[in-house]
């Protein structure tokens, strides 16, 4: 690789806001803000709002879509059409 045109790739860690999770890792990416890991060195946080740990594909919450219902609503509302 050629010097002095890559980003620093060092450790980082990536904080979930919405789990309350946070997971070290080494990233290109860079923050101003840092914390205080396990190990007792400090690196730079950055936070996300989802990670596998929050998401509902991951976590197998996802909502499945009730489109039969819908479908009956729609005809309720704006009558039933046969075909022509």
């Not at 400090?42 to 990670?51: L, N």
């Not at 509302?77 to 022509?84: I, L, S």
Request: aromatic share 10%; net charge positive.
């Amino acid at each position: 690789m050629r010097n002095g045109i890559h980003p620093a790739y060092g450790p980082v860690v990536f904080r979930d806001r919405a789990a309350n999770h946070a997971f070290l890792t080494r990233s290109t990416m860079s923050s101003d803000r840092t914390i205080e890991w396990e190990d007792g060195h400090t690196y730079p946080v950055v936070d996300v709002e989802i990670s596998n740990v929050s998401h509902p594909f991951y976590t197998g919450t996802a909502r499945v879509l009730d489109t039969a219902g819908r479908v009956e609503r729609f005809e309720r509302r704006f009558g039933k059409r046969g075909r022509a």
